[in-house]
């Protein structure tokens, strides 16, 4: 299925989420790369994606990734090694990782130049 607008999914607590937290960005846009990863995994339920955070304040940004399917959310944190994160409440469930640069760089030689 395509991505869908983040609009959609923020206010449903049946979607899955998987924080990417981004300390410091490579030359590649992080959550281009994480739309261009998703796209090429064959993702089946809807999913959704946002930066949050602003980077050039020297805050940590963060790459947010809703799933609609669990089984969908679960492979991509587990190829990701993501950990179990505080529940919100927010999301049926929540993980997150590091997103530095060198995932950063293994995920644009993955994806390749668009």
Known sequence: MPEIPW?????SH???L?????????????????SKLLKGMGIRGEYA???TGRMPEGQPGTV???FQRKIEADRLANILRATPS????????????????IW???FADSVGDE
């Open 7 to 11: 609009s959609k999914i923020i206010r």
């Open 14 to 16: 049946q979607y899955h």
């Open 104 to 106: 950063q760089q293994v």
């Open 49 to 51: 994606i946002r930066m």
């Open 18 to 34: 998987l924080a990417a937290i981004v300390p410091e960005i490579s030359a590649h846009p992080p959550d281009e790369l994480m």
């Open 64 to 66: 947010q990734c809703a």
């Open 86 to 101: 505080s529940p919100s409440g927010e999301w049926a469930s929540e993980r997150a990782f590091v997103l530095d640069v």
